[in-house]
């Protein structure tokens, strides 16, 4: 098994070379592999830690990481950029990975009844967890870099600024927003642009913080925030938006959302969706599915697009912003490690390295990897009265 991993090390340093670092195993033998400075060190702790990477890939380093028997010392990224390359990702799994893959693949359907557990497990782990690493609005998802030195406060308001650009928002239009999460850019459409709107999201805590928020900034005769599935929901309006949300639909319910997009914005109306996707399909990782986002579904750029085109809606821009979302996390990342001592009073030592690996490994994915942060405009139906270049967007 030890020859095996190290034929697997080997190989990962000839295909990131300027990576430099030392493997030690269960007996206390050590390996250097790259050239230069040591960048970190990772260790086995038991055999056992061993087997099940190699039987499990990333689900079984995740789980002993978590468990404390896989250690690493020094820049834990560098670590995570060998889980982007082949020779990790086609690892052989284990029968009993690939079947207990795809049970969890089948139990984690968003079904009217599974959408509301599977929410709760990531965004319900307290408010309070989050305004320790997020901006000042909650906004969890992708934030709008116009230079290098913004914060991340300046960031995210200029991601609403550029989404209600892309809208064409009106004073007294009404708008939509699918997944509206703590409520931040339903807040600033009514503040700086004078709509009227409502808002759902799954998550109870990100309800009753959204509808508190919005009574205390006078707002609450403009816009409102729902306990509701977003299939659930009714109305008619000139604006759609959907934020950071389309990553929980799943794969089966892509038609579904497409089509509630269609019957809640007007004909010609324009909607906005902002979501994590890839321009191929990939399997997906096991790890964050059982972890940190059952029910969880990556879906390619085609997936999207197609389905749109078969129900009559009508893309008509997109935008890539993945360096913005490497940057975002980024951010997260040093926000999060200044509260771990905090993080951890609050949950224990394996939620700390759960949300660490998590929160890294999207940095390095983002940065290395196959996802990718698409704003797609689209109108439901022909419009032939949109502005005919993006000069508006950066006026």
């Not at 009106?170 to 699918?178: A, H, M, Y």
Request: include cysteine; aromatic fraction near 12%.
């Amino acid at each position: 098994m030890r020859k095996t991993l190290e034929q697997l090390f080997r190989k990962l340093s000839d295909h990131i070379p300027e990576v430099s670092f030392e493997v030690q195993f269960w007996d206390g033998k050590r390996n250097s592999y790259g050239m230069g400075k040591r960048q970190f060190l990772l260790t086995f702790a038991t055999k056992r830690a061993a087997e099940h990477v190699l039987e499990s890939g990333s689900l079984g380093f995740g789980e002993e990481y978590m468990g404390g028997d896989i250690q690493v010392e020094g820049d834990f990224r560098q670590l995570l950029r060998f889980g982007t390359d082949a020779a990790f990702l086609n690892l052989p799994l284990g029968l009993k990975t690939k079947l207990a893959f795809q049970h969890l693949r089948q139990t984690s359907l968003n079904t009217l009844s599974r959408a509301p557990k599977h929410i709760a497990h990531h965004y319900d782990l307290g408010n309070d967890f989050y305004k320790l690493w997020l901006d000042e609005s909650m906004a969890y998802s992708c934030a709008y870099f116009r230079h290098e030195d913004d914060t991340l406060e300046q960031a995210q308001q200029q991601k609403y600024e550029h989404i209600c650009r892309k809208l064409q928002l009106k004073s007294g239009e009404t708008l939509v927003d699918i997944g509206c999460g703590w409520g931040g850019m339903l807040i600033y459409a009514a503040r700086q642009y004078g709509v009227r709107g409502v808002g759902c999201s799954l998550s109870k805590q990100q309800v009753e913080y959204a509808t508190d928020l919005i009574k205390r900034e006078g707002l609450s005769k403009e816009i409102s925030v729902v306990f509701e599935d977003y299939r659930k929901l009714e109305g008619t309006f000139d604006k759609f938006v959907s934020i950071g949300m389309f990553e929980h639909v799943g794969k089966q319910f892509i038609p579904t959302f497409m089509e509630k997009a269609q019957s809640l914005l007007k004909r010609e109306g324009i909607g906005l969706l902002h979501t994590i996707g890839e321009e191929r399909s990939t399997p997906g990782d096991p790890w964050t599915l059982k972890y940190i986002f059952p029910g969880g579904y990556i879906p390619s750029l085609d997936e999207i697009v197609r389905t749109m085109g078969e129900i009559g809606l009508v893309p008509t821009d997109i935008e890539n912003l993945r360096l913005h979302y490497a940057k975002t996390v980024e951010e997260w990342c040093t926000r999060y490690e200044a509260h771990v001592k905090t993080i951890e009073k609050m949950f224990d030592a394996s939620f700390v390295r759960m949300w660490r690996m998590f929160l890294n490994g999207c940095v390095i994915n983002f940065r290395y990897g196959n996802p990718r942060l698409y704003q797609i405009i689209f109108t439901n139906g022909l419009n032939n009265s949109l502005p005919l270049t993006r000069e508006y967007m950066y006026r």
